[in-house]
Structure formats: structure tokens, C-alpha cells
């Protein structure tokens, strides 16, 4: 076994976190704690993932559930294509495979919602494949110990970087090996500056040596996130209150209240509302701001409610929801504030 691969499962042995998705050779469980891990923190998933298992305990009854179900599940975890991926992905293991995820990582990257990283993470961890798992921690450590200085986002340096992770799986144990860089990654050879004094490998680390690691790895400036100002507009009839299933890709599937692009006043808003969506309203009240930070973009919200005039049908792709099934649906993070002014104005 390399010396670097010896003194990190040492590391392991000693220091490893406690995690509920660990101790377990069953490739569903590491499934969900991958799709879950992926750009969440650890601790973010912690409460989900064992109320995830809780509600589908087997690839099976994953794959029989509805996507609503699913979404409702995940609500408030973020990047919900990351639980429809997973959703699909049971079904197709349900049709191809007969229920049971492949060890094979290139049958798993065939699977919805499974990439190269995510399929080396089963095949390893559930599978006992010698394969590595290579994510942005893991780009992060290989970087520093073996002194990459080319653009990580580069496809050579990449390839370089996979070619040396790979080199570091052993035959023995490689899923807690693979393990064992996420957290090395994730708790001392962090972003920005790391913890070189408790980490295992700093006899081996030439950016330790050279004492560049915190200019490591090299990644072009990311784009600053695009602002985008919407108006929410909660229109209540009755009870209830207009929605609609998205159909765009960002939240897809998840309940919104009508959105519209662009800043208003009431008085700018108001016609828009009737052009759009052919309803009658009273006067719009301005239920003050509200903000939502995604990946690539920033939503800054202005929300609006008013009342539809005398009994208004829903025009088409939305309905009008009574306010107390709303619990029920899946909605994401970006409307909370929204359905605040609903509960307090109830
Ligand atoms: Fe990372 Fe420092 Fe360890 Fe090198 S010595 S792998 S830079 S924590």
C-alpha cells in the first residue's frame, strides 16, 4: 500500500466523523447521502437524510412514489433536480436491473442522476470497487499534496488529477480510502487556508512544503451571480390562493406563487396581472421584500398580495389553493418569506 494511502486510512481509523450513512454496505443508502452531499453541507443533511430513509427505505419504494412526494420529502434541501434525478434513476433501476444498483461504475454513470464522482462513490463504498471519487474536496487535496498548479478546470489537469486519485485507491478498503479524502477535505485541507498542522499527510505535501496551499487548487474567478428582481404575487380567492407547478428548469416541479420578471409599483404591477393571467384584483398591498440566493443567481423579490376579484376561476396552468394545504406541497425555500405574509395575514 502507497505510504500517502497507509497514513490517511491510519487518519481514518483515528479521526473519522461519525456519519449515519456510514457503516453500511448498501448502495441505495450511499445513493441518497451522495445525490444529498453534493454542493449541501454535511450538517444540512443530517436531518434530512434519515427522515428521506425514513419515508423511502429500499430503492423500491422510491421508485413507487410520486414525484410530488418525493420533492415534499426533500423541501428545503435545494436543487431539486438532485431528488427527481434520484427518483427516475430508482425507476430505471427498478426496469434494467430488477431493483439492485450495479457495481459496475460505468453501468452505474448510466443511471439518471449518477455521474462519474457519484458512481465512484458506490462502486467503492458499497461495492468494495478500487475506484476514486473525485469531487471538488477531493480536487481540492490531490492538488496541494502532489503541487498541481495548472487550472484544475482544465481538461488535462484534470485528467492528471483523476489519473493520481486513482493511483491512491487501494484494493484494500478503497470505500473507507475514498471516504477517508472527503473528510481530510472537509474538516483540514478546507478552502482557503488549511489546517496542515493535524493533517496526516504533511510529510508528503509538496504545496505544504512550498507553501502555496492556500493558492491551491488553481480555478478561473467564478462569475459573479446574475440579480434578478421579480414581483410575488399572492392572489387570494376564498381561502385559497393562486399557484402553479413550475415547468422551468430552476425549481422544477415545486409550487410557486405568479412571478414577474422585472420591478414594479403596485400601480405598474396591476395590468400586468390582468394581461397575464386574465383575473380582476383588488389593490395590491406591498407585503415588503424578500431574497433568495442560488447557485448562479439571486432572486430579489418584492411580495405583493391582493384579493381576486368575486369568485375568479384559475386561468390556465394554475389553481387556486386552499391556504391550509399548502403544508402539504412541496414549495421551495425561495417562497418562504411569501407564505409568511399568508400566515400572518390569515
Ligand atoms: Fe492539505 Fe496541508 Fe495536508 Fe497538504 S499538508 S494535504 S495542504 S492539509
Known amino acids: 500500500m502507497d505510504r500517502i494511502t497507509a497514513a490517511l486510512l491510519d487518519w481514518y481509523d483515528r479521526c473519522a466523523r461519525v456519519l449515519p450513512w456510514r457503516g453500511f454496505h448498501d448502495a441505495y443508502r450511499t445513493w441518497v447521502s451522495e445525490a444529498m452531499l453534493q454542493q449541501t453541507r454535511v450538517e444540512t443533511v443530517l436531518s434530512y437524510y434519515p427522515r428521506f430513509l425514513e419515508r423511502f427505505p429500499t430503492l ?3 421508485a413507487g412514489a410520486s414525484e410530488a412526494d418525493v420533492l415534499k420529502v426533500w423541501e428545503g434541501l435545494g436543487y431539486y433536480s438532485r431528488a427527481r434525478n434520484l427518483w427516475k434513476g430508482a ?3 427498478m426496469e434494467e436491473y430488477n431493483g439492485v ?3 459496475e461504475p460505468e453501468k452505474l454513470q448510466r443511471i439518471c442522476g449518477i455521474g462519474p464522482y457519484s458512481a465512484g462513490a458506490i462502486a467503492s463504498i458499497a461495492y468494495d470497487i478500487p475506484v476514486p471519487a473525485v469531487d471538488g474536496n477531493v480536487i481540492r487535496v490531490i492538488s496541494r499534496l502532489f503541487g498541481i498548479r495548472t487550472d484544475a478546470s482544465e481538461k488535462e489537469t484534470r485528467l492528471r488529477i ?3 486519485a486513482s493511483g491512491l485507491v487501494p484494493r484494500d478498503r478503497p470505500g473507507d480510502h475514498n471516504q477517508a479524502v472527503m473528510d481530510l477535505g472537509a474538516t483540514v485541507c478546507v478552502p482557503g487556508t488549511p489546517d496542515c498542522s493535524r493533517c496526516p499527510l504533511s510529510a508528503y505535501c509538496d504545496a505544504f512544503h512550498a507553501g502555496d496551499a492556500a493558492d491551491l487548487p488553481v480555478l478561473p474567478k467564478a462569475k459573479p451571480q446574475k440579480v434578478i428582481p421579480y414581483a410575488v404575487v399572492l392572489i387570494v380567492s376564498s381561502g ?3 399557484m402553479r407547478i413550475r415547468t422551468e ?3 422544477q416541479g415545486l409550487w410557486c406563487f405568479p412571478l414577474f420578471e422585472g420591478e414594479y409599483t403596485p400601480e405598474s ?3 400586468l396581472i390582468r394581461k397575464a393571467l386574465h383575473l380582476r384584483t383588488g389593490p395590491l398591498v406591498d407585503s415588503g421584500p424578500a431574497r433568495h440566493v442560488f447557485t448562479h443567481q439571486i432572486w430579489q423579490m418584492r411580495v405583493y398580495k391582493t384579493d ?3 369568485a375568479a376561476s384559475a386561468p390556465e396552468g394554475y389553481e387556486f389553493i386552499p391556504l391550509d394545504q399548502l403544508k402539504d406541497l412541496p414549495l421551495p425555500v425561495a417562497m418562504d418569506a411569501a407564505v409568511s405574509v399568508l400566515r400572518h395575514q390569515a
Open 60 to 62: 423500491p419504494s422510491l
Open 91 to 93: 425507476k430505471q433501476v
Open 101 to 103: 444498483l450495479p457495481c
Open 162 to 164: 483523476e489519473g493520481l
Open 240 to 242: 385559497s390562493v393562486l
Open 249 to 251: 428548469k430552476l425549481l
Open 269 to 271: 404591477l396591476q395590468p
Open 308 to 310: 381576486a376579484e368575486i
